[in-house]
């Protein structure tokens, strides 16, 4: 955990280290050192997101959406709990819907209606639906692991979610589809992480085999609590 934690840092991964610090220091809460990387990743991590929040900020004022969006992710992954990020990039995208269907009704000489907003998710409460609704915004616009590094630490203050828990082993599988060719022990890795958390998906233990010389057969159905 250690090396991992100085690997991202070392990669500019602030978000990720940051949370491999915590795991440290809740190992070794008496580990001065740990305890102060842990502060000085938190603050480069909040300064980098402030500053590219700004930039985000700047360019939607603009109403260059496409490059305000890009920005907000950028944020996102900084400091993936960052509510006017989030915020931000919700706006962004209503506005490419409102400009969508303007243009349409431009082409067709009638007004168009938009289409309808996605559901969200419903969970226990307004912070716990935020953090999946964020973490859903993330991995569809494709940053997998920014939204894993938020629903890890939703996990951690929240350990009775099923619906979060559920999200965080697919996105675990999705990582993994990304490492296959790359990084086959950190798929294998993943993979064991998605596991331990949703022991009976199909997909993940066809996925086993592939990984493991000899498959360790998996028991259980995982950690996630089953929605009642």
Known sequence: MLTRAR???AQGQLAEAALSWEILVTLKPRDAGYAQQLLETRSSAEAA???SLQRATQLQKKGELEAAANQ????LALQPDLEPAAAGLRAVERERLRRGAAARSTRMGASAVPPAAPTPVRTTGPAERNDLEHAAIL????EIDAAIVLLERHMAR???DPPACQMLAELYLQ???GQLQSDKA???ATLQKSLRLDGRNPRALARLPQLQAKPTPVTGEGLCPRAR
């Open 7 to 9: 690997e991202q840092l």
């Open 49 to 51: 997101a402030a500053q």
């Open 72 to 75: 907000y992710l950028a944020t």
């Open 139 to 142: 991995s569809a616009l494709g």
């Open 158 to 160: 929240s350990k009775s």
């Open 175 to 177: 990582k993994v589809e």
């Open 186 to 188: 950190g798929a294998l």
